[in-house]
């Protein structure tokens, strides 16, 4: 009874559980974009970055005279006990006293420093190239999450298309088995072919179940890289890359891109991380220069105060004092502690110029593994694409044999077997070779998102 006079309410949650549980499409340009903007450690170099360009301008400031203003107030009772004293061999009374003084104070004061060693140029040097390293880093973490975004959308398109390979199997196995029972009925096969085929039925069911578990797993890591809601139901763009590329424009790719000096000189070129660990090897050459600076030459400082006391707050300008000086300081000895810090400073400059060196020989060594992957898949295409050929002639051959009585239900679901397989391995590999291309790029530091 309840439920009929709500019957606006039961459509209510109907319709929106509809809309909650509808499938949201996302491209690639999508998912990797939403990842920019939400990734943590993205948003921590962002905020780095933010707080460098403060550390930029508090250097500037060290150039400037700092400028200080104190006031202040102090109160002082003394008290002194009447009674006799001997001054002087002389025994003397003396009376007591009970006192108390105000004094009030005003005081502007300003220090600079005029020389010291060139060490805050340095620093503000030190700042912009740490600013910079910063964004080069901020880039890098892009790209390494772009690669790893198209990565798991090529996943999610691969592990679809094999659910649809195995969904076109499991009808074309029905169809198989609707055909048998006609065989049997007119008496022209038994019914064990009938329980044969039902159990490769079953097979490919359990297949198609599996596939769609897995379809589901990846949209799962894909929308958790991509920093996207998990509750959500996603989807992707199925056109987003071309696989029906002809086999010599594949070849044409591959070709191109075979000469590893050229794409070694592209890579050093356009890497973010290789401009990172340049651009920190110009950071530690700034930090030898400030040791230097620290160890070597005087610092000289220049100072200013002016000041007012008085008992009272009225006569705070009865006295008035103006200062000025310099301080010269030169550190003669330290405990060898500045040394220290310009051999360290020494040290690391110099191990930052053997990660460039194992740097460049690691980029070296993923451009030619990418090589050669690109030409083991090409071969793969090659050799999946005539063993097609060859597998669904054998599967037609094995339907006709058995249709006309010399052949067996085993030899059928052989063949639909084998031929299920090879479009499974082809439209793999088709995938397997974008994400190579995509590899070589992001190799290459040419990955643009």
């Known amino acids: 009874m309840k ?17 909650f549980a509808q499938e949201i499409q996302l491209t690639l340009r999508e998912a990797i974009e939403h990842s920019f903007k939400n990734d943590p450690n993205i948003v921590k170099t962002q905020n780095s970055i933010e707080l460098q360009e403060s550390n930029i301008r508090a250097n500037y400031g060290n150039l400037f ?30 009376p007591g006293s009970n006192e108390t003084n105000d004094n009030f104070s005003l005081s502007l004061r300003s220090d600079v420093t005029l020389f010291d060693g060139m060490t805050s140029y340095d620093k503000i040097d030190l700042a912009k190239l740490t600013k910079t390293q910063l964004q080069i880093q901020l880039r890098q973490q892009k790209d390494n999450l772009a690669i790893k975004i198209i990565a798991d959308y090529i996943t999610v398109l691969k592990n679809q298309q094999i659910q649809a390979i195995n969904e076109s199997t499991l009808a074309d196995s029905r169809a198989q088995l609707e055909k048998i029972k006609i065989f049997v009925e007119v008496g022209r096969r038994t019914l064990s072919d009938i329980y044969q085929q039902d159990v490769i039925v079953a097979q490919n069911e359990l297949a198609v179940e599996q596939a769609k578990n897995n379809v589901n797993k990846s949209i799962s890591d894909l929308a958790f890289d991509a920093t996207l809601p998990l509750e959500r139901y996603y989807g992707v763009n199925r056109n987003e890359f071309d696989t029906e590329l002809a086999y010599e424009s594949l070849e044409s790719y591959v070709i191109q891109n075979s000469n590893a000096d050229n794409l070694l ?24 220069e400030i ?21 009272a707050i009225g006569e705070v300008t009865n006295q008035r004092v ?21 051999q360290a400073a020494l040290i690391n400059y110099k191990s930052a110029q053997e990660d460039i060196r194992l740097l460049k020989n690691q980029i070296n ?31 037609l051959l094995a339907e006709e044999s058995y249709r006309v009585g010399i052949g067996t239900i085993l030899d059928v679901n052989t ?6 397989n090879i479009l499974i391995s082809k439209s793999n590999v088709i995938y397997d070779f974008i994400l190579a291309q995509k590899q070589l790029e992001y190799f290459q530091g040419m990955l643009k998102y």
Do not use: C, H, M
């Not at 439920?3 to 809309?19: D, E, T």
């Not at 600076?293 to 000041?307: A, D, R, V």
């Not at 103006?322 to 310009?342: A, E, K, M, W």
């Not at 063949?415 to 299920?420: D, G, P, V």
């Open 265 to 288: 000189t592209a890579a050093l070129r356009n890497r973010y991380d290789y401009k990172s660990t340049v651009q920190n090897l110009d950071i530690l050459e700034t930090n030898i």
């Open 322 to 342: 103006f200062t000025v000086g310099l301080t010269l300081s030169y550190p003669i000895f330290q405990g060898f502690q500045l040394d220290y810090q310009r």
């Open 291 to 311: 040791a230097r600076g620290n160890q070597y030459f005087p610092s000289l400082t220049g100072f200013g105060q002016y000041s007012l006391n008085g008992n």
């Open 65 to 94: 005279p700092d400028l200080k203003f104190s006031t202040g107030w102090q109160r002082t009772n003394q008290v002194i006990k009447a009674g006799d004293r001997f001054i002087n061999g002389i025994t003397q009374p003396f």
């Open 365 to 395: 060594l993923q451009i030619k593994k990418a090589i050669l992957d690109l030409r083991s898949l090409l071969k793969q295409i090659e050799i999946t694409d005539r063993s097609l050929k060859n597998a669904e002639q054998n599967k």
């Open 3 to 19: 439920i009929r006079k709500y019957p606006f309410l039961i459509a209510l949650f109907v319709f929106s559980g509809a809309i």
């Open 415 to 420: 063949a639909a077997t084998n031929l299920n």
